[in-house]
């Protein structure tokens, strides 16, 4: 089974700063697919940023970028220019290609807290 | 567009009450998903359905708890009966199928928080 580790439980940034979430999976698949999704206080699940497991080149949404390392099993959420905004818990998931694909397995999330 | 629409928002009942959770899927979404969110587990799956039918329940935590998905748009998750223990934000999500395309996003509604007291 896969898992997902996500070690830093809060990461404080300040606004115009940058700021990045660590992320790392366990797994013995190598066609995968890794979402950032984003958690602010109205408790939506809003999501940030995918990666394909085949596409060498990191993903890119605006001020939000990843850093993927299939080799390391790492896939680390990169915010640049924090806003207000983007304080919430951030969760990185997992979706295996496999079988099982509608399946996501999530971390247990980073909280990002953004001072002015 | 509408998203996932989930009701109600709130839910506070009394141990032993039946609990439905109703969820909307996104229209032409092939697969929808039921989580529970507490702070001490995080999130989990409960259930999964792809075209109406369950495909995994694995994560249904008791006997106590049933899911439904009788058409493409909509889905119940029962408790009964319910216990404090139960009480928890639970979140429905809709995506599209694998095969247009494999990174295709689970879309969440607003949750329901769910009491029991």
């Known amino acids: 089974a896969q898992t997902v580790t996500q070690s830093q439980p809060e990461m404080s940034v300040q606004e115009a700063e940058t700021v990045t979430l660590s992320c790392t999976y366990d797994?013995?698949?190598?066609?995968?697919?890794l979402f950032w999704y984003k958690q602010p206080p109205s408790r939506q699940m809003i999501l940030v940023i995918r990666?394909?497991?085949?596409?060498?080149q990191n993903a890119t949404e605006n001020r939000f970028s990843v850093n993927f390392q299939k080799a390391a099993k790492s896939f680390s959420l990169k915010i640049s220019d924090s806003q207000l905004g983007d304080a919430a818990m951030y969760f990185c998931?997992?979706?295996?290609?496999?079988?099982?694909?509608?399946?996501?397995?999530f971390g247990a999330g980073t909280q990002v807290v953004v001072t002015p | 567009d509408a998203g996932v629409i989930q009701s109600p928002r709130h839910e506070v009942t009394e141990m032993g009450q039946e609990v439905t959770l109703r969820c909307k899927p996104i229209?032409?979404?092939?697969?929808l998903f039921w989580y529970r969110q507490t702070m001490m587990r995080g999130l989990e799956l409960l259930i999964y359905?792809?075209?109406?039918?369950?495909?995994?329940d694995s994560g249904m935590p008791e006997d106590r708890f049933s899911a439904k998905m009788p058409n493409a748009s909509f889905s119940t998750l029962k408790i009964q009966p319910s216990e404090p223990r139960d009480s928890a934000v639970y979140f429905c999500?809709?995506?599209?199928?694998?095969?247009?395309?494999?990174?295709?996003?689970?879309?969440f509604g607003d949750g329901t928080r769910l009491s029991i007291l």
């Open positions: 999500a809709s995506s599209l199928g694998r095969d247009r395309g494999g990174n295709q996003p689970q879309h």
């Open positions: 797994t013995s698949e190598s066609d995968y697919y």
């Open positions: 990666q394909e497991a085949y596409k060498q």
């Open positions: 998931a997992y979706r295996s290609e496999a079988d099982s694909w509608g399946k996501l397995q």
């Open positions: 229209s032409g979404h092939d697969y």
């Open positions: 359905f792809n075209n109406n039918v369950p495909i995994d």
